[in-house]
C-alpha cells in the first residue's frame, strides 16, 4: 500500500453517487464514503508512484525529461489488469475524439468569422425580391434571418409558405453553382 494520506475526501461526492448508481440510498453513510473514498486515493496514489518508478527506469540518465511521466507508463502499470488497461484505451480513444471534434468546431468557428471579415470591407446593398444581399463586388449573400422570418406560415409576410421558401433556396443554390 501508499504511504498515509492526508484525509482530504477528494472523491466524496463521486463515491455517494456511484454507491447511489448501485444500489445504495441516496445519501449513503459519510463513513461509508469517506472509506471508498481513501481505497480510490490509495489506489491512485500506488498507480502513479509505479509509472512514476517504471519512467525513471526508462529514462537516460542525461537526459531533460527525467521527471515526465507518459501515457505508455500508465498502460504498462495495468498490462496485467485487461479490463481496466481495456477502460483506459476506451477512454484515450473517446479523449482523441473530443479533442478532434473540438478542433473541427473551432476551425468552423474561425471560417465564420473571416468571412464576416471579408464581408465588412464590401459594401452590401439590399435586393428584396430574392431575400439576398449583393455585396460589393456583386457577389450574392444571403440573408439567413429573412428567409427563417418568412419561412413560417403564422407569419404570412409578402404570402412566403414554407415549401416556396426552400424552393427559392434550393433555387438558388443551385444557381451558385
Known amino acids: 500500500m501508499s504511504r498515509k494520506l492526508k484525509k482530504t475526501h477528494l472523491f466524496s461526492k463521486d463515491v455517494s453517487s456511484l ?30 508512484e509505479n509509472a512514476y ?17 507518459k501515457l505508455e507508463n500508465f498502460r504498462f502499470v495495468l498490462r496485467k489488469d485487461p479490463i481496466k488497461l481495456g477502460r483506459a484505451d476506451e477512454l484515450l480513444v473517446t479523449n482523441k475524439l473530443i479533442t478532434e471534434a473540438k478542433k473541427q468546431f473551432n476551425e468552423t468557428d474561425m471560417n465564420i468569422v473571416q468571412r464576416n471579415k471579408n464581408l465588412e470591407g464590401h459594401e452590401i ?24 422570418d418568412k419561412g413560417t406560415e403564422n407569419d404570412l409576410d409578402d404570402g412566403v409558405k414554407d415549401e416556396e421558401v426552400d424552393e427559392e433556396v434550393d433555387e438558388e443554390e443551385a444557381d451558385e453553382d
Do not use: M, W
Open 19 to 48: 454507491l447511489y448508481s448501485y444500489g445504495d440510498v441516496a445519501q449513503p453513510l459519510s463513513e461509508t464514503a469517506n472509506c471508498l473514498d481513501e481505497i480510490i486515493s490509495s489506489y491512485l496514489v500506488d498507480v502513479c
Open 53 to 69: 518508478h517504471i519512467s525513471k527506469k526508462q529514462v537516460h540518465p542525461f537526459s531533460a525529461n527525467k521527471n515526465k511521466i
Open 125 to 148: 446593398t439590399r435586393n428584396e425580391d430574392s431575400h439576398s444581399e449583393l455585396n460589393g463586388n456583386g457577389e450574392r449573400v444571403h440573408n439567413n434571418e429573412d428567409l427563417l
